[in-house]
């Protein structure tokens, strides 16, 4: 099974600031990477797949990049509705597996 | 504007049984994989299986917690899928989420979600 390890597993940070969560994979998975926001409460929803293409009606503030083993979510100015858990996903083999999560806190 | 609406979650005891239903609303079901993805509380998302679309005959696949003991299924002019749970385990307490998927390059990737059913597994 490929294992995906996301860092940090929680992070403080102020409204406005640029925020960078880490994805690793345990082993090549291309670009074959989604990444969800989930809040209290709610279903996951979809922000980025194929790693870094945007899904529509997400806003452009959230980008994705890498390939391979290692991917970035990046939140360019954090916004209070950003608040909330992310897990990148990869669909490259089965089983289908999900990170850890990283939650994203109000500093 | 689609929508996943799961169903027959509840509280059952180890080693039941118990069948969840998610009906599914506009999009052409029979083009779609659909997923189920559950939450342990407090915990994060494990992806327990997939039925392929209706050009793939349906096929399925699972995570190898859930083998032999959890079955997905469809029923087309009904727009529904279903995941049938037997032998039912303390550890397979969860939110079970239906899922659409949608292909983009070679991959599936998990657009809509369902807002959750509960499953409760205790004596």
């Known amino acids: 099974d490929i294992q995906l390890t996301q860092s940090p597993s929680f992070l403080s940070a102020f409204v406005g600031d640029r925020v960078t969560i880490t994805c690793r994979a345990s082993?090549?998975?291309?670009?074959?990477l989604a990444w969800y926001q989930q809040k209290p409460g709610k279903a996951p929803k979809l922000l980025i797949y194929?790693?870094?293409t945007l899904q529509s009606g997400v806003p452009s503030r959230f980008s994705g990049s890498g390939s391979g083993t290692e991917f970035t979510l990046t939140i360019s100015s954090l916004q209070p509705e950003d608040f909330a858990t992310y897990y990148c996903?990869?669909?490259?083999?089965?089983?289908?597996?999900f990170g850890g999560g990283t939650t994203v806190e109000v500093k | 504007e689609v929508h996943l609406v799961e169903s027959g979650g509840g509280l059952v005891q180890p080693g039941g049984s118990l069948r969840l239903s998610c009906a599914a609303s506009g999009f052409t079901f029979s083009d779609h994989y659909m997923e189920w993805v559950r939450q342990a509380p407090g915990k994060g998302l494990e992806w327990i299986g997939r039925?392929?679309?209706?050009?793939?005959?349906?096929?399925?696949e699972y995570a190898a917690s859930v083998k032999g003991r959890f079955t997905i299924s469809r029923d087309e002019p009904e727009n529904s899928l279903y995941l049938q749970m037997t032998s039912l385990k303390t550890e397979d307490a969860a939110v079970y989420y239906c899922?659409?998927?949608?292909?983009?390059?070679?991959?599936?990737?998990?657009?809509?979600w369902g807002q959750g059913a509960l499953v409760t597994v205790s004596s």
């Open positions: 996903q990869q669909l490259n083999s089965y089983p289908l597996t």
């Open positions: 039925s392929r679309d209706k050009s793939k005959s349906y096929t399925t």
């Open positions: 194929a790693a870094s």
């Open positions: 899922v659409r998927a949608v292909k983009h390059s070679d991959a599936y990737y998990f657009d809509y």
């Open positions: 082993q090549g998975i291309s670009s074959y």
